[in-house]
């Protein structure tokens, strides 16, 4: 986040460590996986979490044409990456690598540009994921099972590669579904502001 440099802080690493599965024998175990299932989740972690935020998006925008529906997951989008950087300007958790817990499986250090290891809780990769997941379980499309199945694998892979605490992980879910329980008039009201100001006309508007 822009701002760490800005502000300093509280480190909750301490306190963390002390709480159940957050050691390094639950990541000793984990991590000693079969190297197979350590790359697919290296896969799914790298490779499938962005698909999961753009594909989610844009199935609606592109394939539906569902401009509310896309709307609305990119509003919970963005409010949740505001209110996750407002709770790292104020506490941090190091990662289970950077106190020896795991090993960094990932090592995708150009990522700290956008962000930082620090950002733990919540999981932004299991919100956004879960997030998804919940949009898409009323979908009557087939591609509903691939975003649903993201939202459980992803969280998982978080853990494996040496990512995320548990206790991270499970804030993450708790968020992402917070975030997608936002009530519907919130986003008709951001819908039909962006249309008024865009003169385009808004046949959802009505239901304000």
Not at 3 to 25: A, G, H, I, M
Not at 75 to 102: E, N, R, S, T
Not at 139 to 147: A, D, M, T, V
Request: a positive charge.
């Amino acid at each position: 986040m822009w701002y760490y440099q800005l502000v300093s802080p509280y480190d909750l690493t301490y306190y963390l460590l002390k709480l159940p599965l957050c050691n390094s024998n639950f990541y000793g175990v984990v991590q000693s996986l079969n190297p197979i299932i350590i790359e697919f989740f290296k896969i799914i972690y790298i490779d499938f979490f962005p698909i999961s935020v753009i594909g989610g998006i844009g199935f609606y925008l592109l394939y539906k044409k569902d401009l509310l529906k896309s709307d609305k997951i990119m509003i919970d989008i963005a409010l949740g990456w505001i209110i996750a950087g407002i709770i790292y300007a104020i506490f941090i958790v190091k990662a289970p690598f950077q106190v020896g817990a795991g090993q960094d499986l990932i090592n995708l250090h150009y990522l700290y540009i956008t962000t930082r290891p620090e950002y733990e809780i919540p999981s932004l990769h299991t919100a956004y994921s879960v997030l998804i997941a919940l949009h898409y379980v009323g979908e009557k499309h087939k591609i509903k099972y691939l975003f649903i199945a993201l939202g459980i694998l992803i969280p998982i892979s978080t853990l494996i590669t040496g990512q995320h605490w548990v206790v991270d992980v499970m804030v993450g879910v708790i968020f992402g579904y917070l975030l997608y329980k936002i009530p519907e008039k919130y986003y008709l009201n951001i819908y039909c502001a962006l249309n008024a100001l865009a003169g385009a006309p808004c046949k959802n508007c009505k239901k304000i």
